[in-house]
């Protein structure tokens, strides 16, 4: 009896174990490092030959903004297990290259026909095929290897050069239209869209396909004369699978047919139903964006400096390039934040008028680098506004204000603030400024112990009427394109606007 309960006790630890590192067990530990309420998608990259460099990041991107996917990317399929794959939800294949093995091969198709999906991309459509590299760019990459026949069940159509080959001709502008409406990934969307892509002819038949989009290969272009699918799909087990022959690099992708199908594909792949609209590329995920005026004018600067404002979906800006244009009429109700780069001392009444008027409103201000030596012989700009000047002429016992170019700085913050949490300390080649006039009012956010510094390289400005931020950096290229910088900027413009929630 006692050997029976231990021979019981040992099957039952044995059990235990099995269930915690089981493939279900480790996916739903590994689930709390995705974003909740989302479909998780596992990218495989790597190998193409396309330009899988950039198609990848741009797939990756176009599904993150919709708010739908949580999504991780494997450059290095092969080796791939049942319980790697076991927390996604679909398998996006942006992959052309050598075969992944027979355990990952395996793992793929348990892992699509127990219920999951896939979905194949443009140069996948050829993958696996058996054929070799002909030099012509448009065959599978790597050493000649046997067919998988699998995969061109789960792909539903693949490449073949049993004639008539399998191939394209020239990339042009042609017209995709659907024949399926009432499928969830179509329903909805218009009749058609045009494309600007390699639109492939001659598929051979892996399996039994539901074609949702044909287009005509028109023969002047290489074409077959003949509507070819464009877009199909496959039940492949209790899995769904979702081809797309379009997006042969991201100028292709970037077309709004690619866009709305791709990701109302995964989402059906994944899931087997479609909650996304119709129209992906018209989804608003972000707030209306602030109105930005930046001002320039008064000293150089390199083109640099309009990268900064690169990649802001939340920011739409006008380049005024003078301080007189910017001012010439009232800008209380066009703008919502005034960006200052311009190093000027003429203003009119007028223009000094509507610049107060703008201030007076509420409004946001972000002044850069030059820009705090603005205005030397208005004194309610420099001490009540922005709370710091440059002093380009010495001023009673005080001397003129010296810089330096191409300094290194490490730059900390002093306090806590929505503006400085999400940058934390600096490292980066600036040029400083020294013997500056700096209001007691202010409240510095960064400082540096530079010696050729005054120390404060950003506050917040003692301006009571609208919030406004000085940011001493910004010189040249290397602050620009420095991704502290950027941040530093962005912040600073949301913060004077009144979006950058206080627990950031």
């Known amino acids: 009896m006692r050997r029976h309960i231990e021979t ?7 059990l235990v174990l099995l269930l915690l590192t089981s493939p279900w067990t480790m996916a739903d530990d590994r689930a709390a490092f995705f974003q909740p309420d989302t479909l998780r998608v596992l990218i495989f990259s790597g190998r193409n030959n396309h ?11 176009v599904l993150l903004e919709s708010k739908r996917f949580d999504v991780r990317v494997e450059e290095e399929p092969q080796g791939l297990t049942p319980s790697t794959l076991a927390v996604y939800d679909v398998i996006v294949l942006d992959y052309n290259g050598p075969r992944w093995g027979a355990e990952t091969e395996k793992a793929v198709a348990d892992f699509v026909r127990s219920g999951k999906g896939l979905v194949v991309v443009h140069g ?43 191939g394209h001709g020239k990339r042009y502008s042609f017209a995709v239209k659907t024949v399926n409406s009432q499928h969830p ?30 287009a005509f290969d028109d023969p002047k272009f290489g074409g077959t004369g003949k509507d070819e699918p464009i877009l199909w799909t496959v039940n492949y087990g209790k899995g769904r699978v979702f081809h797309t022959a379009l997006g042969h690099n991201v100028a292709a992708m970037q077309e709004d047919g690619f866009i709305n199908t791709f990701v109302r594909g995964t989402e059906w792949a994944a899931s087997g139903s479609v909650t996304l609209p119709p129209e992906v590329t018209q989804m608003k995920t972000t707030p209306t964006p602030l109105r930005l005026l930046v001002v320039t004018g008064g000293h150089d600067y390199p083109t640099s400096f309009y990268t900064v404002f690169e990649g802001w979906d939340d920011v739409q800006w006008k380049h005024a390039p003078s301080n007189h244009e910017a001012f010439f009429n009232p800008i209380k109700d066009q703008y919502d934040v005034l960006v200052l780069y311009d190093l000027s001392q003429e203003i009119t009444e007028a223009e000094r008028k509507n610049l107060t008027d703008f201030l007076e409103s509420g409004k946001g201000m972000v002044v850069l680098h030059h820009a705090i030596a603005d205005y030397q012989a208005w004194p309610w700009w420099s001490q009540e506004v922005v709370g710091g000047k440059y002093l380009q002429q010495p001023e009673g ?20 603030h929505p503006i400085t949490a999400s940058v934390g300390p600096l490292h980066l080649w600036d040029e400083t400024y020294k013997g500056m006039w700096i209001s007691p009012q202010v409240q510095v956010l960064l400082k540096t112990d530079n010696p050729t510094s005054d120390g404060p390289v950003a506050w917040i400005c003692p301006y009571q009427k609208s919030r406004a931020v000085y940011l001493e950096l910004g010189h040249d290229q290397m602050a620009h394109r420095y991704a502290g910088y950027r941040t530093l900027v962005h912040n600073a413009i949301l913060w004077t606007a009144g979006r950058l929630d206080a627990k950031k």
């Open 185 to 214: 990934i179509l329903a909805g969307m218009k009749e058609s869209f045009m494309a600007t892509d390699e639109l492939y002819h001659n598929f051979k038949k892996g399996a039994e396909i539901s074609v949702l989009a044909t």
């Open 51 to 61: 330009e899988w460099r950039t198609t990848t990041p741009f797939l990756k991107r």
């Open 397 to 416: 016992d005080k001397p003129a204000s010296t810089y330096k170019h191409d300094e290194e700085l490490f730059v900390q913050p002093t306090r806590d």
């Open 124 to 166: 996948a459509s050829y993958a696996f095929t058996g054929l070799e590299t002909l030099g012509d760019g448009h065959r599978r990459m790597g050493l000649h290897e046997p067919a998988w026949p699998e995969y061109e069940k789960m792909v539903g159509l693949y490449w073949s050069e049993d004639p008539p080959k399998t």
């Open 8 to 14: 019981c006790s040992k099957m039952s630890g044995l």
